[in-house]
Nanobody, 121 residues
Framework: QVQLVESGGGLVQAGASLRLSCAAS????????MAWFRQAPGKEREFVAGIGHSTYYADSVKGRFTISRDNAKDTAYLQMNSLKPEDTAVYCC?????????????????WGQGTQVTVSS
């Protein structure tokens, strides 16, 4: 089992930055691809960014968001810059025991509880 705990969400104005953290425990963190998904009210969960052998981003966040990981701390991060109101959602981190990075939520085995990000205009 892998336990994931997110932190770092909040309410910010458009143009601001936030950094989300996802602390993992329970298995060898470096063997897992990590990803961030988000879900806005009334919308489906969508892939935001992932990191394994490489990093991947949704087109909507390319150039603004950066995913990274610190294997020594068993933690993944999502640095979010130039935030827009349309980035408002619950952000969840996910893990899967492989190092390619799937973009479909169903491919992931472990999920955190989520953290709310609200961007006001």
């Amino acid at each position: 089992q892998v336990q994931l705990v997110e932190s770092g969400g909040g309410l910010v104005q458009a143009g601001a930055s936030l950094r989300l953290s996802c602390a993992a425990s329970g298995r060898t963190f470096s063997n897992y691809a990590m990803a961030w998904f988000r879900q806005a009210p009334g919308k489906e969960r969508e892939f935001v960014a992932g990191i394994g052998h490489s990093t991947y981003y949704a087109d909507s966040v390319k150039g603004r968001f950066t995913i990274s990981r610190d294997n020594a701390k068993d933690t993944a991060y999502l640095q979010m810059n130039s935030l827009k109101p349309e980035d408002t959602a619950v952000y969840c981190c996910a893990a899967v025991s492989r190092l390619d990075v799937p973009t479909a939520p169903g491919e992931y085995d472990y999920w955190g509880q989520g953290t709310q990000v609200t961007v006001s205009s």
